[in-house]
Every structure is written in C-alpha cells, then in structure tokens.
C-alpha cells in the first residue's frame, strides 16, 4: 500500500469514529465506544498465529459520567489533531501529543500514561498502528551486533551497514519505525537477546557472536514495539532461533513473555511485535542453586510478581510453574552478571555453551 | 508479743486529706500539667452544678494567668447562687464535704472532693492559700476568704475573712495559685469547648494568659434541675439498709413505702412476706438476720424503674445537635436520646449523636467525645466503657472504615446520664463497663449507624446525578461541537440528549464570541415558574430580553428575570460580556434543577 492510500485509510477510519458519534448524538443516544478489556483477564492465546491477544471480553464507554464523558472528549479532541497531522503531512512524537494536549482545557491528559493509552485504544479500534497516524515514540530502539547486513532507507538516503564491520562497539541501532528496515544476508545461526547492557558489552568482549555465529541484540530492560519487531522479523523472514537471556527475577520474566508471547498492554498487535518461537535461556532459578550463584534476597513485591505470574496465561506452562514455585521456595534471585562470580569467560565459555546445547540451538 | 507493741505505737489513723496528699493520681493531679485541666473542670462543674439549682443560666469567666515563672493563678468565676459565708471554709477546705453525696440524682459533683483536692494541691506546690470570694445577693455582702486545708485533720484553716464590695449580686469566685506549665492548654480547651456542647445553655468566657475564647450559649432555657429521689429497693446495699433502718421509729411496712422509690402498699406487703416478718414489727428493732432477709426480698421483688424523669436530666436530641454545632462544623449530625433505663437500681439515660464531614479532619480515627453528667472525660479514653462500644459496633455495615474504631470524617459524641454514674475510678475519666449500659450504648450507636447509613446513601445519590449533570450538561456538548468539527457537519444538538436523560429543568450559560447566552430547558412534564439570577461585572445594557430588575453594587449587577415555562419549553436570554459571574434559577426544588456554567 502506497503511503498515500495508507494515509487516507487511517484519516478515514479516524474520522469513522467521530461519524458514529456524530450520529448517535444526531439520535438523541449518549455517545459510547466499545473496546476489548485490556487485562489479563481478557488475553487468550490465538492457535493460528501462536500469540497472545485480546479475547470477547468488551467494555462499554458511555459518556454518563463525568469521567466517561472527559475520556470520549479527550479521544474527539486526539482524533481532530490526527486528522489534522494527517491533512498536512506532519507527524509528532507521543510526548509531544502529550504537551499539545496541555491547550485542550477539559480535555488535557494528566500523564502521558493516558495519551499512550488512549493512542494504543485508537490502535485497537481502528485496526492500525500507531505510525499510519504519523505518530511516533520518542524512545530509541535498542542495538545489533552480529554478523548481519542490513539496508536502512533513511531521511538522508539509502544506507547499508554491516552489523559487525560497520558500527561501533555500541552496535547497530534500531530505528523507531523499523518499517524502513531490510534484511540483506547474514552468517549467523541463531539470535540472543539480551537483556542488560552489562552481558551484551561481555558477550561482544568475550567474541561470542564470532565464536558461535550469534546476532547479539540488547534489549535494554522492557523492550520497545521496534526492538520486538526486528526479534520477530529476523526469527519470521530469516528463520533464525531466537534466544532471552535476562536476570533472574520476576520483572525479567516479563521481558522474555513480552518478546514470546506479546505484552498484555498491545495484544492487539502481538502478530506483529511477538516471536512465539523465542525460548528463555536464564538465569532459570534452578541456574541460582545449580551454579550457586550470589543472589539477594526477594523483596515483598517481588514475591508478589512471582504470584501473580503463577495465574498470568502467558506463564501457564509446568516449566514456568516449577521454576516460579522453586524461586519462591528458595526466595532468592540473581543477575546475569552474576556469572562473574566463576570468572569473566564462564558465561561465554560454559554456562551459554551448555545451555544452548541443552536448548537444541547450538 | 513485743513486735506487736512496737507496731501498735505506729498505728494511727491517716486523716483523708494525707491520703489525698500522697496519692493525688487518684483525683486527677498526676501532674502538675494536668492539675490546671482538673482543677478548672472541677470549678466549673461546680459552677454549672450550682447555677442548676439555683435555675440560673450559667455565665463563667474561667482565667488562668502566669504569675511567676511556673507559678500560674487559675480563676473560675460563676454567676451561682454564692455560698453562705458559715459554709466557705468546709466547702473548700475540708475534703469529703459535700451537698449531693447523700442524694440520688444526676450531678456532676457527688463527692465533694474535687475543688478541696485543688486546693491541697494548691498549698503543697506553693504554699499559698486558696482566695474565695463568694456573694448569695444583692442585699448582703460579699465575704472574701483565705483558706488552706490542715492535713493531719482534714480541717479547713481560715487565713483571712473579710467583707468587701464586689460587683456580682451573686455567685462565687475562686482563685488558686500552683506551679504548673501551660502545655495543657489545648486539653483546657478542649475540656471547655467540649463543656460547652453538652452545656449549651451556658455561656463560658476563658482567658488563658491574655488569649480570650468565648463559648457562646446556643440555649437561653435553664434545663430543669434533676430532683433527688428515694433510694430504689434494688440498689441498696446492706449497711445502707441498716442504717437507715436504725434511723427509723416506723414499723416495716411503712419504712419500706415512706424510704425507698416506687414502693407502694402492695409491694411492701409482697416484700415482707417474702422476707417472713409482720409488717407490724418497727423496722429499728429487726436483728441483722432479720434485716438481711428484707434487703434479699427487696431485691427478689419485682419494682417498677426509679423515676428516672425526676431524678436525671439529659441534654435533648436537638440540644446536642445545637451545642454540637455551635463548635463544630458538620455537614450531617443525628442525635438519639434512649429511653431511661436500669443498672442496680440505678437509673441511667445514654443519649448519642453521631457527625459526617465538615471540618472533621478526614483521616484516622473518627472524633469520640465521652461524656458523663454533662461532664467531659478527656482522659483514659482506651479504658472507657464508651471508646469500647464504639469498636465493638461494625461500622462497616453503615458504610464507614473501621480499625477498631471507625475511621474517617466521623464524630461520635456518647452521654451517659445517671444518679451514680459508674466510673473506674475517683479521678472520673473513665465509665466502667456495665452490662446495662454498654448494652443501650450499643444500641444507640446501631440506631445512629442506620442514619449515617442513609445520609451517605443520600450523599453518594446525589453525587452520582451531579456527576451525569456534568457529564450529560457541560461535556457532551463539547464532545458534539469538536465531533461536528471534525466530520465537517453542522454543530450537532444535544438537547434531545438533555431532555431524555435529565428529566429537569437544565439552565445553561455559555460564552462564544463576547456573547453571553443564558438557556433554561424545562425537560419535566409540568410547567414551571422560575425566577433566574444572574450576577456578573458584565454591564449587559443589551440584554434580550431585558432583565425584570437590575442592581448594581460596586460594579457587580446582579440581573433577575421571571418566566413561566411550559413542559418541554425553552427560554433563552442574550447579552455581550465576558462571561464572568453566577447563574442561579429558583422556582424548583433542588432535586429537579440543573445548572451548569460552560464556562467554567
């Protein structure tokens, strides 16, 4: 589709929503939109395309109360800027909707927690992604490296970079709309993401990516929409294994379920952010007992977060449940690094080695 | 058997006012900080006590004044009866003294301990001696006094007495100097202000060192004065019984109808053959087997409750309201005031009120006021029979927060009236737990939680229908105007929305363009007379339609217009302004009105 037709698409399914309003009123009928319950309770896990989305669960938003009402001002007011970005050609980052909204009397967001939200109901309702709407988040993606040749059509041009040859040691980094974004060739066998800066900085030191033919990405904490999509793109178009290595805590077990199985918060577009291939490296909690490794001790809301993913459907596996119910018999957690304890090359020499053995990748 | 004469060469008797003197803890002088709360609560009381009687209504000035450094003077002056000047010696010097121990009514002194206490404690700290001015009318003088109290007897010691001019015609005035520190002033307050609630017919002036608070009346009706009665068959103990027999020439039957409550000729009779005696028999000459045997009928025999509109004296629900209010602002107070009931043979009234909101400090536990006798108790509040009720009631089923206590914007104020008001101690801060009273405790408190229950009903009803008003009157039309915007289509109308959903009468005012319009929609079936308010800095010399009336105050005009709307009409006024000010609309009840400012 051109970006032309694209455009118009998301111009016309915007202004779609305010027609109906337009008519409800015209009918004497209190405006309402329907939208899918966005929580856990609501995800199920769709067999065609192996991830998670929203399931039949609706909520109905009916402006007869206050707050309702503010919330369906709010969206009129985000869709008549849209169109208008639309219109003219322009596009803005979500923070800047965010201090743009601050002239909207009545209908000003408190945070840009609501404005995100409210963009990703947009999403939903009309079945596109937040770029057709000229939107884009200001975070950075995370970076590559590996052997990995890529083709970047940029402001500036097209440019072609080698993820090894080419950049620093800082790697390739991942641009926001990944859209623009080509796989040329590659000599690897497999990819690890990783989740801390520290272990991606070791496993560049320590020559793992050559050693083993490995695409190093950081994700840098909770990974953002473009970092997931590369994940999937070069596990989809590639047919490259996809690998998580995080810290060993409740919070980590989160990134990997967001790569794997899409994140509860954008299910409505897990078919295009999550990898259902990606498999958990560690550190598992049986690593922290097995390879006794120093571990601080769990807070209470860690314990908490272990809990509630026992009965989160992503983590619905015996494998999950065992590790999770071994962690809290334990109590404890560690960090990736803490692999240094046996020495700097014992990640990339032993544990990594033997894990992706036992993994079936290597 | 020596060590039992060296013993007996110790033993004497210990006068009471030694005893007092080493356990001032029992009287409420622990401290020298709480010693200026107990001594003002016990001068007033006495005040308010004697005003009572005398059927006046009670103007106290309450002082207290820093003399040297910790040397305070506390004054409590009353516009009471005065005291023959024969009887201010023992009344304040002697502890022990008193003209209500003997008798079986509602009063806030009983023993007469309280003001001696303070002077004792008085002499102990400083050394000086009390100063009591006290005048019983206008045709004879006022007699001054200084008095201290002789410890080893327990006698009063007069160190001066003189006639002077004094410009009351009557009353009393007391002055007491101690070491002391003022960090208690905001329990003295506190005690005053809260004195003052269930005292709503008093007027209370306090000057503590310069700061002068005045406890206005909110009642100019002197409330009766409680009326002793007999003692009641079953709250009589034995040496009671034994000395008030021994003290008369009648025979049983008539002693037990001339001496006890509610005993008539059938019940006495009932008694004394339930007892095996003759009524014949002079109630002098019984042994003590005999008398026990009477005092086990009287108790067995069923007697109708001592006559408890006589001898106590509550507050009244609306007086507790008002008294309550007066110090308190509240947005919601219901006082319940129980029927009498009995304890032992004593009675006893519990009234209670129950506050919501206002300036009740919204977080932690609610507010408990305790009193007894319409006296405050400020202290030993976790100990009292009251602060206990209050927590065993699950509050939660009236729709309050509880841990333990009730929890929020909440006042409870509880009152236990009684002819012997059970304390757990001389020092009265604390009511013990009695069965009888904690029952109807409870019980008032349940009755109160159901009112609290539909008040917050109530209140959450109509903010529920204030938050639709909102939604449905001043954002809607919002949303319409920027969805019309952006589909490109004439404004859309949303006051078929209104009219459906609201069912009132919905006035609104909007600016657009420095044109001030004012619509008033009635969405009832039924026709409607409606005067509208309008007040504003905006001149709107071109009102259409103009205004029935205009006035102007320094640059505010407030503009009223009348019209008279049929169901389903519209009235709509325009004017050029900015906007500014109030819209009001009269002529319907609250419930079915609308108002909304678009411009807000």
């Known amino acids: ?362 | 058997m020596v060590i039992a004469e060296d013993l007996a060469r110790e033993q004497r008797s210990i006068s009471v006012a030694e005893f007092f003197e080493k356990n001032k803890h029992l009287l409420g002088f622990d401290s020298p900080t709480r010693g200026i709360v107990t001594t003002v609560k016990e001068a007033v009381d006495n005040a308010l006590d004697a005003c009572e009687e005398a059927e006046v209504l009670p103007d106290i000035f309450v002082g207290v004044r820093r003399v040297e450094n910790e040397v305070y003077r506390i004054i409590v002056e009353d516009n009471g009866p005065g005291i023959v000047p024969e009887n201010v010696p023992p009344v304040f010097g002697k502890l022990l003294y008193g003209s209500r121990f003997h008798q079986i009514r509602q009063s806030r002194g009983q023993q007469g301990i309280g003001i001696s206490a303070a002077v004792l404690y008085a002499q102990l700290t400083t050394g000086t001696p009390a100063r009591i001015t006290s005048r019983t009318g206008v045709n004879r003088p006022a007699h001054r006094f200084e008095i201290m109290i002789r410890t080893e007897t327990n006698e009063p010691e007069v160190i001066s007495h003189e006639e002077i001019e004094w410009d009351r015609t009557h009353g009393t005035r007391i002055e007491i100097q101690f070491r002391s520190t003022l960090t208690a002033k905001k329990r003295l307050l506190d005690y005053l202000r809260l004195t003052a609630i269930v005292n709503p017919h008093a007027r209370i002036t306090a000057d503590i060192d310069g700061e002068i608070t005045v406890f206005e009346r909110a009642s100019n009706d002197v409330p009766p004065c409680p009326k002793p009665i007999l003692p009641h068959p079953h709250g009589i103990e034995f040496g009671a019984l034994k000395r008030l027999a021994a003290a008369s020439t009648e025979t049983v039957e008539e002693f037990l109808i001339g001496s006890f409550s509610r005993v008539g000729k059938k019940t006495a009779e009932e008694m004394i053959n339930l007892a095996g005696l003759k009524p014949s028999r002079k109630v002098n000459k019984l042994d003590s087997n005999e008398l026990k045997r009477l005092l086990e009928a009287m108790q067995a025999v069923r007697v109708p409750a001592p006559p408890a509109q006589q001898c106590l004296s509550p507050i009244g629900e609306d007086l507790i309201c008002r008294g309550l209010e007066k110090e308190i602002q509240l947005d919601f107070i219901k006082a319940r005031t129980r029927p009498s009931a009995v304890y032992g043979g004593h009675s006893f009234i519990v009234e209670a009120a129950i506050g919501y909101g206002g300036k009740i400090p919204p977080e932690g536990n609610a507010m408990i006021l305790r009193f007894a006798n319409r006296v405050p108790l400020l202290y030993q509040q976790g100990a009292c029979a009251i602060t206990d009720c209050v927590s065993q009631v699950n509050w939660k089923n009236y729709g309050l927060a509880q841990q333990g206590l009730p929890m929020g914007p909440v006042l409870i104020m509880v009152h236990v009236a009684s002819t012997n008001v059970p304390f757990t101690s001389e020092s009265k801060d604390a009511i013990a737990s009695i069965p009888e009273i904690e029952r109807e405790i409870i019980l008032v408190l349940q009755e109160l939680g159901r009112e609290v229950k539909r008040y917050l009903a109530r209140r959450e009803k109509k903010k529920q229908q204030d938050d639709r008003a909102r939604a449905i009157c001043s954002i809607i039309p919002e949303i319409a105007a920027k969805v019309s915007e952006i589909v490109e289509l004439p404004p859309v109308d949303t006051t078929p929305i209104e009219g459906k959903i609201m069912r009132k009468v919905v006035a609104k005012k909007r600016t657009v363009d420095g044109k001030v319009s004012i619509e008033v929609n009635n969405y009832t079936g039924k026709e409607v007379d409606l005067v509208i308010y309008n007040l504003s800095s905006d001149k709107a010399e071109d009102a259409v339609p103009l205004p029935d009336f205009v006035e102007s105050i320094d640059g505010e005009y407030t503009r009223v217009w009348r019209c008279t709307l049929g169901a389903g009409e519209a009235w709509r006024a325009i004017y050029t302004g900015t906007g500014e000010g109030t819209l009001d609309l009269r002529g319907v009840d609250d419930g079915m009105k609308v108002v909304v400012d678009l411009d807000v």
């Open chain 1, 1 to 362: 589709m051109s970006r032309e037709e694209m455009d118009a698409r998301a111009k016309e399914r915007l202004i779609g929503i305010a027609r109906d309003w337009y008519e409800q009123m015209k009918d004497g009928v209190v405006p309402y939109i329907r939208l899918p319950t966005r929580t856990k309770r609501n995800i199920e896990y769709d067999d065609d395309s192996e991830v998670w989305k929203y399931g039949d669960l609706e909520s109905t938003r009916s402006a007869t109360t206050e707050k309702s009402a503010i919330h369906l001002l709010k969206m009129a007011y985000v869709i008549g800027f849209l169109k208008q970005q639309l219109v003219e050609n322009r596009s803005s980052t979500l923070r800047e909707l965010y201090y743009i909204s601050e002239g909207w009397k009545k209908a000003k967001f408190a945070a840009q927690d609501e404005s995100n939200l409210l963009i990703e109901d947009l999403e939903i309702i009309t079945e596109m992604q937040r770029e057709a709407f000229h939107l884009r988040p200001e975070e950075d993606g995370a970076s590559i490296f590996g052997p990995l040749r890529i083709r970047e059509t940029t402001r500036r041009g097209v440019k072609e970079i080698h993820c090894q040859e080419d950049v620093g040691e800082a790697g390739y980094p991942i641009p926001n709309n990944v859209d623009n974004l080509e796989f040329i060739d590659h000599d690897a066998k497999f990819v690890i993401a990783i989740e801390t800066g520290g272990m991606y900085a070791r496993l560049m030191e320590n020559g793992f990516d050559e050693d083993y033919g490995a695409i190093l990405v950081h994700l840098k904490g909770q990974p953002a929409r473009s970092t997931r999509r590369v994940l999937r793109r070069l596990n989809d178009s590639l047919g490259l294994p996809v690998v998580v290595f995080t810290d060993g805590d409740p919070w980590s077990y989160r990134i990997y379920a967001s790569v794997a199985y899409g994140s509860i918060k954008s299910a409505h577009i897990s078919e295009l952010l999550a990898t259902p291939q990606a498999q958990f490296v560690g550190v598992q909690p049986s690593d922290i007992s097995d390879y006794n490794l120093p571990a601080d001790r769990l807070t209470e809301q860690d314990i908490n977060a272990l809990k509630a993913e026992l009965t989160d459907p992503r983590f619905a596996t015996d494998y999950w449940h065992n590790q999770i119910n071994l962690q809290l018999n334990m109590k404890l957690k560690s960090e990736q690094q803490a692999f240094a304890s046996r020495g700097l090359d014992f990640v990339t020499k032993d544990y990594l080695p033997t894990r992706l053995s036992e993994m079936g990748v290597i």
